[in-house]
């Protein structure tokens, strides 16, 4: 079965202060994995995608692989990075296009 | 930038009464999708919907929900009989016509069983 991990529910940063939002996954395949993030009274978005290997408003993910992670990374914090950010998988077997989520990580920047 | 919309925004209902849920996805796109997320739970998926039919779905999608296009724009979720446990954020997604484009979401519909 598949399934997403993201260990801390909460994490509070200063402004300036590197961040690191933790996601494992298990999944017996080849994933595709996103990160979605949710400001405040906002809907889900989609912040970057590990197969586009780009980095949105300074943030970056890599898939490790052999430690089956996409961690979230952002050298230096900003106070708009405040939100609710998702790990998700698309497992693609049999064609799958579901999204299976992680519980999510709430992020708060402080000044 | 076009989003997909979801009305209503809240829907308080009666435990044993009929709802239904609207969505109208991003004009272009053809793959459509429902999840739902009860409060302090994982978003989880429920269906996907392509071509008029459906192509996937959880267990959690069992005979009392269904979902129909009914015409050109709207894509709905109908919950025959609600429960108590059916109270949640449920949310419509769509993507484009290649099935390796990214999910848009709407902003949601808070389901309330009383």
């Known amino acids: 079965a598949q399934r997403v991990t993201q260990p801390e529910k909460l994490l509070s940063v200063f402004k300036g202060a590197p961040v690191e939002l933790k996601c494992n996954y298990s999944?017996?395949?080849?994933?595709?994995l996103f990160w979605y993030v949710q400001y405040s009274r906002q809907r889900l978005q989609l912040l970057l995608r590990?197969?586009s290997r780009e980095s949105i408003k300074g943030f970056t993910a890599d898939l490790n692989k052999g430690e089956t992670s996409f961690h979230l990374k952002k050298p230096f914090a900003q106070e708009e990075d405040s939100a609710m950010y998702y790990c998700a998988l698309i497992p693609r077997q049999g064609g799958s296009e579901k999204l299976v989520f992680g519980k999510g990580t709430k992020l708060t920047v402080n000044p | 930038e076009p989003e997909v919309t979801q009305t209503p925004s809240h829907q308080v209902t009666q435990m044993g009464q009929e709802v239904i849920l609207r969505c109208v996805p991003i004009s272009n796109h053809l793959y459509f999708y429902w999840y739902r997320q009860i409060l302090g739970q994982k978003v989880e998926f429920l269906v996907s919907?392509?071509?008029?039919?459906?192509?996937?779905k959880s267990e959690i999608f069992d005979d009392q929900f269904s979902v129909e296009r009914p015409d050109g724009s709207n894509f709905t979720l109908k919950i025959r009989s609600t429960k108590l446990e059916d109270s949640a954020m449920y949310f419509c997604a769509s993507s484009e016509s290649s099935r390796y484009q990214p999910q848009h979401f709407g902003d949601g519909t808070r389901l309330s069983i009383l």
């Open positions: 590990h197969i």
């Open positions: 999944y017996s395949g080849s994933p595709e």
């Open positions: 919907f392509y071509n008029n039919e459906i192509s996937e």
